[in-house]
């Protein structure tokens, strides 16, 4: 089934550019990953979605993923409990937007 993850990033100011290009230029050779996207969503504020075959294969490169943010960790405030906050789950509902959609 498929599965996303969301992660939510408030970078430093001055950082922006560094971080985008940190994120950008990251390996994303994870097995079962079909698409990522980092999303701008207001001044320092990032999220970055990305879409799995599975939520198995999501967990599996959960260790290459905190590689990544190692890379650029140095570049981000600290939110409540961390430099991230991440969701991640299983499709129950998806369209493709020239439907209503199913359940899965």
Do not use: C
Not at 8 to 14: A, L, Q, T
Not at 42 to 63: K, N
Not at 81 to 96: K, R
């Amino acid at each position: 089934m498929t599965a996303f993850n969301s992660v939510r990033f408030r970078v430093k100011p001055g950082s922006e550019d560094e971080f985008i290009e940190l994120f950008s230029s990251a390996a994303r050779n994870f097995e079962g990953l079909r698409k990522m996207a980092l999303i701008k969503s207001g001044d320092g504020a990032f999220f970055s979605i990305g879409e799995w075959d599975t939520f198995q294969h999501m967990v599996a490169a959960r260790p290459k993923m905190l590689g990544n943010l190692d890379r650029f960790r140095h570049t981000l405030q600290q939110l409540e409990g961390g430099y991230t906050d991440a969701v991640s789950g299983e499709t129950v509902f998806e369209t493709d937007g020239r439907s209503s959609g199913r359940s899965v």
